[in-house]
């Protein structure tokens, strides 16, 4: 049982900050997921720059990944523009025109790479969402749109790696947060090895991340995406996908796992339940409604 959430503002009206905004949600449904929680923030883009942010640990084993990082930014002709130290991880502003999947493979081969984008900066750490927030100042980020993600661990440790969201390894500016399993993960999985794709985690988020960064990088749109995904992905899933552009939600035709939503003129707020929602607006009695079972949509910014 995890918890998702996700918000877009379709404008510049807004009581609170992205990031404030995400973290009422998720402490709304962190009974689902008490154990970690993350969040991928989405800000205006800057031409050939790109944020990567890397999990380094502390003290001089984080000393010696950042050291390695370094020199791998070089061989690649990544130029450093800004770099930060925060929490267990490292973030680096650089400017690069070349090939991100190449690069990001690269890069995730050095250090634990935990997001790459033009707007895309995924913090993720161990604890509740005001944990979080007291570390990384999630709530004075207030860009366009975001999602996030309560986890209780099931199958892997408690440690900021297995925490979501997770992003597409080798696309930029994908991310996802979901709440159910794929059991088709290692046949999907193959297929997209096969062709090249690399994996680093054996979480069933990253290979749906993967699988609808894939279908954008071949023309599809993101709903398009979305749409096959329902019948290409076997198990009990409902998740959140982000790009720079959209926000956007599947559901699988069981409908195992909730979701609930909520859209007026200035936003789209989507989660696992409807407490989170109230969140934003407490003590308002709230027009929301459940995405019916198999369904799929997409708003833009």
Not at 71 to 89: C, F, N, P, Q
Not at 164 to 176: E, L, N, Q, R
């Amino acid at each position: 049982m995890c918890g998702i959430a996700g918000i877009l503002f379709k404008g510049d009206h807004r009581n609170l900050t992205t990031g404030q905004a995400l973290i009422n949600m998720l402490d709304g449904c962190q009974h689902r997921g008490p154990d970690s929680t993350g969040f991928a923030l989405y800000r205006d883009a800057n031409e050939d720059e790109l944020r990567l942010r890397f999990l380094v640990g502390h003290g001089a084993e984080a000393e010696q990944s950042v050291e390695s990082i370094k020199g791998k930014l070089a061989e690649y002709g990544a130029d450093i523009i800004s770099e930060e130290a925060i929490g267990a991880t490292y973030c680096f502003v650089v400017r690069y025109d070349g090939d991100v999947q190449k690069f990001s493979y690269a890069m995730e081969n050095v250090a634990k790479l935990v997001s790459i984008g033009e707007s895309l900066d995924i913090i993720k750490d161990i604890g509740g969402a005001h944990d979080v927030d007291d570390i990384y100042d999630v709530h004075s980020f207030n860009g366009s749109h975001g999602i996030g993600h309560v986890r209780l661990a099931t199958e892997s440790d408690v440690k900021p790696e297995s925490a979501h969201p997770f992003w597409a390894t080798g696309f930029a500016d994908v991310s996802i947060v979901h709440n159910g399993q794929i059991t088709n993960y290692w046949k999907m999985r193959r297929r997209l090895e096969k062709r090249g794709f690399e994996f680093h985690t054996d979480n069933d988020s990253e290979l749906v991340a993967v699988y609808l960064a894939e279908k954008l990088k071949q023309g599809a749109t993101l709903k398009e995406a979305l749409k096959g995904s329902i019948d290409d992905l076997d198990g009990t899933f409902s998740f959140l996908v982000s790009t720079k552009d959209e926000i956007g939600y599947a559901k699988d035709r069981l409908a195992a796992k909730p979701m609930v939503k909520f859209e007026d003129d200035d936003i789209i707020a989507i989660a696992s339940e409807e407490v989170s929602l109230n969140k934003l607006f407490p003590g308002m009695a709230l027009n929301t409604m459940e995405p019916p079972p198999g369904t799929y949509e997409t708003w833009h910014r």
